[in-house]
Each structure stands twice: as C-alpha cells, then as structure tokens.
C-alpha cells in the first residue's frame, strides 16, 4: 500500500539559509499534518490542513510557513534558518471521512541539519 | 508544551519478559494512540483507543484506558528483541497529536 512520501530524506543548510520541505499524503487522504522533532524530544505538532485550508496551527514559528496544494501535497518552507531548527520533520496523513480509525499515518521523515 | 507523560522514560529488560509503560495526559481527548519511533526513524503506528474504550488487544500489544484519571498504559507481551524502540503515547484532540516523552525500551536477547 502507498504510504506518505517525504522529501528530500536528508537535507543540511547553513544559517540563515531556506529550506523547503515537501509531503505527498496517502492517496485519497485530505488532512496533513507537521511535525518537528528535535534530538531526543518528542514530536511537536507544527500545522496541519484540510482540503488545502489551514485547520490548526501549533508551535510553528513565524519563520516558517506552509500550505497544502491542489493535489493535497503540502510543502513547508523555512526561512531564516537556525541552529535550533536542526531536527527531524514529520508528515503525516489522513483521511477526514475515515473516521473509522482516525490514525494518521507518518512518513518517513525528512532530517534537517543546521550548520 | 507537553500533553504527556510517560514513565518510566526507560526500561531495560529481557527477551520473553513483558513490558510495561504508562503514560498521563492532562486535556479531554478523542482518542489515545501508541506509536514506536526506532533510533531517528518513522513513526510507526500501534493502536489506536477512544475515549469511551477501557482496553483494547492488538496482537502481543495491550492497551488501557483510563479517563477518571488521565491515564494510560501499554503492554506488550513476550517481547522480542525486535521491540528494541521508543514508544510514544499521543493524545488525539479532534486533529493535532499532542505526544509524550516518550520510553525507551531495550530488548536483550
């Protein structure tokens, strides 16, 4: 079965540089979520969207930005990049009429890496 | 800021053995999920339980629930050293998931 798709997988920059993350979800699948985890942290929820709207927004900072294209992939742009921002960076997805399972399914991870 | 807690943050034991860990949650939820992170991977999805269930059997893994007092636990059986993990619980509040720390479980053969 396809899963989430995450790229790039590795990705490092230097400060103050931008980096653009990208989630294809599940196909079928409307809702996505972020996540940010740092090193030995649990994962934060950063943004999600439905149906290409944002429908909930966690501790993301100003800095970065997202959003959800027509053909429901959704791209995560950071600017201004900081060492703190070094950290591994979940996708997730769903499906909003399945609520059989509400289970979200994660990708692989894109590792950023801060220099 | 954190929706969970867990304990114990780690646990060490040995193949055959059971494995227990608890996690705490402070808001009304929707749903509790468990999911298992190996060393800087994905996450994996475990079991999913809704707030008006008590407990819930999937394969080797056991989950209960407990909503008078915010709390959780998860147990897996006969474990193997392929359990070697993290394990995360996540509270579902219609959308986001709000993680706890996590505990880390070493398997030895």
């Known amino acids: 079965a396809a899963g989430v798709i995450q790229s790039p997988r590795h990705l490092i920059k230097e400060k103050r540089e931008t980096a653009t993350l990208k989630c294809y979800p599940i196909?079928?699948?409307?809702?996505v979520y972020w996540y940010q985890q740092g090193p030995g942290q649990d994962p934060q929820f950063l943004i999600s969207?439905?149906?290409?709207?944002?429908?909930d927004k966690g501790s993301i900072p100003d800095r970065f930005s997202a959003q959800q294209f027509s053909d429901y992939h959704s791209e995560l742009n950071m600017s201004s990049l900081e060492l703190g921002d070094s950290a591994l960076y979940f996708c997730?997805?769903?499906?909003?009429?399945?609520?059989?399972?509400?289970?979200?399914?994660f990708g692989p991870g894109t590792r950023l890496t801060v220099l | 800021s954190q929706q969970g807690e867990e304990d114990p943050q780690a646990l060490s034991i040995q193949e055959g053995e059971n494995a227990t860990m608890n996690c705490s949650y402070k808001?009304?939820?929707?749903?509790l999920q468990w999911y298992r992170q190996n060393s800087g991977r994905g996450l994996v999805h475990l079991i999913l339980?809704?707030?008006?269930?008590r407990e819930k059997h999937s394969g080797r893994l056991r989950v209960t629930l407990d909503t008078s007092k915010k709390s959780s636990s998860l147990l897996i059986t006969a474990s193997r050293a392929a359990d070697t993990a993290s394990y995360f619980c996540?509270?579902?509040?219609?959308?986001?998931?709000?993680f706890g720390a996590g505990t880390q479980v070493v398997v030895t053969p």
């Open positions: 808001t009304s939820i929707n749903n």
């Open positions: 997730a997805s769903s499906s909003y009429l399945d609520r059989r399972t509400d289970t979200q399914y």
């Open positions: 969207f439905y149906e290409k709207m944002q429908s």
């Open positions: 339980i809704r707030s008006n269930e």
């Open positions: 996540a509270t579902d509040s219609w959308g986001k998931l709000q």
């Open positions: 196909p079928r699948h409307d809702t």
